[in-house]
């Protein structure tokens, strides 16, 4: 494989895993009507559901029991 295939893959990569970061840290913050979720518990509830979607904390949710994972900005 060439270098620059390698690059090209490397930043694909970059960009996949940013964009579902991107779902839980930020977009989630946003309500279906895209506005900001003013209270706090119903965004941190917001931003909790949109994690658990992502393959990064599968191993978090089985570790604590299923639903019981924990983000500590929430």
């Known amino acids: 494989m060439s270098n620059l295939r390698e690059y090209q893959n490397r930043i694909a990569d970059i960009a996949k ?7 839980w840290a930020s977009t989630a913050q946003f309500g279906t009507d895209n506005q900001f979720i003013k ?10 559901e949109a994690a658990r ?3 990064v904390f ?17």
């Open 58 to 74: 599968a191993a978090l949710l089985q570790i604590v029991g299923g639903d019981k994972l924990i983000i500590p900005f929430c």
């Open 17 to 23: 895993r940013s964009k579902a970061v991107l779902g």
């Open 39 to 48: 209270d706090d518990a119903a965004r941190a509830a917001s931003i909790l």
């Open 53 to 55: 979607k992502d393959p």
